[in-house]
T-cell receptor, first 115, second 111 residues
């Protein structure tokens, strides 16, 4: 089954404790991205990647890191989480490229709470 | 900066037709997409307009006017299962699949 898999689904942590949220897709998609969703703000892009070793900042990259060492994986790293990073996070992938319609396929989300 | 506006809430009854509007001001524009998100779920793709006009997919249609920086999603023959949040999203560049999303419209379908 074609899918984007995020882990964990729920995560509670404390301020300053480094964490990683994993994301993997099995559709051979070029493009992957991370979004955070907060009430009334919609989905805001954190980082995106057009291919292996190619990443770029989205709208809200501060406090986050990403890496794309393999095409299928795109982990999100919070080196020193703070309470304002409490949010619902989604990973997404798409074919990308010069494609007329290349919809985003989302993972099931990771609800992160930082106390 | 990038700005997309949508109504925050819309309510309609089963069987009715509802239109959800989206206006945008963005630095680039390569198409307008619509996504549906049920409570507790992931956003799922509904439609995409790169050119002006109407695109129809079953009960859902989407319209775009690039000169007005405006689009809408039209849902016909509403069903209870259509109760969800709907997001418009602008694709900002032609290759990178860089998107900006609107704040979302919560649709409640009443019996």
């Amino acid at each position: 089954e074609a899918q984007v898999t995020q882990n964990p689904r729920y995560l509670i942590t404390v301020t300053g404790k480094k964490l990683t949220v994993t994301c993997s897709q099995n559709m051979n998609h070029e493009y992957m991205s991370w979004y955070r969703q907060d009430p009334g703000l919609g989905l805001r892009q954190i980082y995106y990647s057009m291919n292996v070793e190619v990443t770029d900042k989205g709208d809200v990259p501060e406090g986050y890191k990403v890496s794309r060492k393999e095409k299928r994986n795109f982990p999100l790293i919070l080196e020193s989480p703070s309470p304002n990073q409490t949010s619902l996070y989604f990973c997404a992938s798409s074919l990308g490229g010069d494609t007329y319609n290349s919809p985003l396929h989302f993972g099931n989300g990771t609800r992160l709470t930082v106390t | 900066g990038q700005s997309l506006e949508q109504p925050s809430e819309v309510t309609a009854v089963e069987g009715a037709i509802v239109q959800i509007n989206c206006t945008y001001q963005t630095s680039g524009f390569y198409g307008l997409s619509w996504y549906q998100q049920h409570d507790g779920g992931a956003p799922t793709f509904l439609s995409y307009n790169a050119l002006d006009g109407l695109e129809e997919t079953g009960r859902f249609s989407s319209f775009l006017s690039r000169s007005d920086s405006y689009g809408y999603l039209l849902l016909q023959e509403l069903q209870m299962k259509d109760s969800a949040s709907y997001f418009c999203a602008v694709r900002l560049d032609n290759y990178g699949q860089n998107f900006v999303f609107g704040p979302g419209t919560r649709l409640s379908v009443l019996p």
